[in-house]
């Protein structure tokens, strides 16, 4: 099993800000692969990018990702107030298909 | 756009079941597959199974074989998701997701499923 690493697990940034997020995985695993949730509190996550690098319909461009191998990066350019939220990993492999990192808290400084 | 509505929050006894539904619309049931997460109180996400509408083949993860089954009803354009022996732990909120290009790119709402004596 695939087991994904996601640091840090909070960062406290202000609005305006350029967030970074990373995440791990204990094995390779192949970019079309890996994708990027937001979940903010009391809703279903949400599908922010895929394929490592694709921005689902509607995520804002502020969104990018970026990665191979077993390391992969979420970036938001530039905070905006509705940007703070909890996010996740996930990757697709073969057994189990689907896991998911711990999540990285974006609080507000 | 794509819509998938969940049934409604649930309270059972410990060793009970609890069969939870996911009615999907606004795209052709049959050519995506249905995955169900949960999410215990304050924690992550946990990726559960996987059920083809289309052939009806199904995986579940392994900690979970021999306790959940997942159904569909393609007349309906519904997925089911039974939880069998149901623990204190098995409380959480249960996620209906389509599965695309190796994501989850449309979540249901979330259903609660309490656990409790």
């Known amino acids: 099993e695939i087991v994904l690493t996601q640091s840090p697990g909070t960062l406290s940034l202000s609005p305006g800000e350029r967030a970074t997020l990373s995440c791990r995985a204990s094995?390779?695993?192949?970019?079309?692969?890996l994708a990027w949730y937001q979940q903010k509190r009391g809703q279903a996550p949400r599908l922010l990018i895929y394929?490592?690098?694709s921005r689902a319909t509607g995520t804002p461009d502020r969104f990018s990702g970026s990665g191979s191998g077993t390391d992969f990066t979420l970036t938001i350019s530039r905070l905006e107030p509705e940007d703070f939220a909890v996010y996740y990993c996930q990757q697709y492999g073969s057994s189990p298909p689907y896991t998911f990192g711990q999540g990285t808290k974006l609080e507000i400084k | 756009q794509v819509q998938l509505v969940q049934s409604g929050p649930e309270m059972r006894n410990p060793g009970a079941s609890v069969k939870v539904s996911c009615r999907a619309s606004?795209?052709?049931?049959?050519?995506?597959?249905i995955n169900w997460v949960r999410q215990a109180p304050g924690q992550g996400l946990e990726w559960m199974g996987w059920i083809s509408p289309y052939s009806g083949d199904t995986k579940y993860v392994q900690n979970l074989q021999g306790r959940v089954t997942m159904t569909t009803d393609t007349s309906t354009s519904t997925a089911y998701m039974e939880l069998r022996s149901l623990r204190y732990d098995d409380t959480a909120v249960y996620y209906c997701?389509?599965?695309?290009?190796?994501?989850?790119?449309?979540w249901g709402q979330g259903t609660l499923v309490t656990v409790s004596a």
């Open positions: 606004r795209y052709t049931f049959t050519n995506y597959a």
């Open positions: 394929g490592a690098s």
């Open positions: 094995q390779s695993v192949s970019s079309s692969y």
């Open positions: 997701a389509r599965e695309l290009n190796w994501a989850l790119d449309s």
